[in-house]
């Protein structure tokens, strides 16, 4: 297992390999909301992300074999929950809020005060109301590169593009909701 995995999963998989239910539930307890969260973030919908989830652990208990341990289990999974909710979310063909931008991060650090939090809050908001109007690819790519922390070769690879491609996606992303954001009268005022 990877030095990162807690000392009290490496026993609950290898009691999984051997179909202990008892390890399953604890493994599901362990990350379900951790990957709910995953799965909510691409689909956008509550049921959808649930059966997504629910499907990926599906998946990983079946698929447990073939964990190698070089990450930790949580990024393993994480990856089958990222699929998933790809495919899921294509399927959907809806117009959903994905996604945060750099914006957003200069947001976490100290605060001065009170009135800065909120107006950092609204900023937040408002951000994330005009990513709803951001193409289908741009949403995907800045959920999965800014939020999810994957690289741009990793989600070139999920979102089934080249790394040029989904580099250029990515900026065109960011560089798409900067405008909407310039012109947005709210966004000023803050």
Same mark, same amino acid.
């Given at each position: =297992?990877?030095?990162?995995?807690p000392t ?27 990957m709910y969260? $995953? ?10 992300? @649930?059966?997504? =989830? ?5 998946? !990983? ?12 289990? %949580? ?5 089958? $929950?990222?699929?998933? !909710? *790809? ?9 959903? &809020?994905? %996604?945060?931008?750099?914006? *957003?991060?200069? *947001?976490? %650090?100290? +605060?001065?005060?009170? &009135? ?10 408002? $951000?994330? @109301? &005009? *990513? ?8 995907? #790519? ?6 999810? %922390?994957?690289?741009?070769? @990793? ?8 790394? #040029? ?15 909407? +954001? @310039? ?6 005022? +803050?």
């Amino acid at each position: =297992m990877s030095l990162k995995e807690p000392t009290h999963i490496t026993p609950l998989i290898k009691d999984c390999l051997h179909g202990d239910a008892k390890a399953q539930f604890a493994l599901y307890e362990q990350y379900h909301r951790a990957m709910y969260n $995953v799965a909510w973030r691409i689909v956008k919908e509550t049921h959808e992300a @649930e059966d997504v =989830m629910q499907e990926a652990f599906i998946s !990983a208990f079946k698929k447990l074999d073939q964990f190698s341990g070089q990450v930790t289990f %949580g990024a393993w999974l994480k990856k089958i $929950v990222i699929n998933k !909710a *790809i495919v899921a979310f294509r399927k959907q063909k809806k117009q959903d &809020t994905i %996604g945060l931008v750099e914006d *957003i991060y200069s *947001i976490s %650090g100290p +605060l001065a005060d009170a &009135t800065q939090q909120t107006n950092n809050e609204k900023k937040a908001a408002l $951000v994330l @109301e &005009t *990513i709803d109007h951001l193409k289908e690819n741009y949403r995907i #790519s800045l959920t999965l590169h800014l939020i999810e %922390g994957l690289t741009h070769e @990793e989600v070139s690879e999920l979102l089934g593009i080249s790394n #040029s491609n989904c580099r250029t996606t990515f900026s065109r992303a960011k560089e798409q909701l900067r405008k909407k +954001l @310039e012109t947005h009268p709210l966004w000023k005022e +803050l």
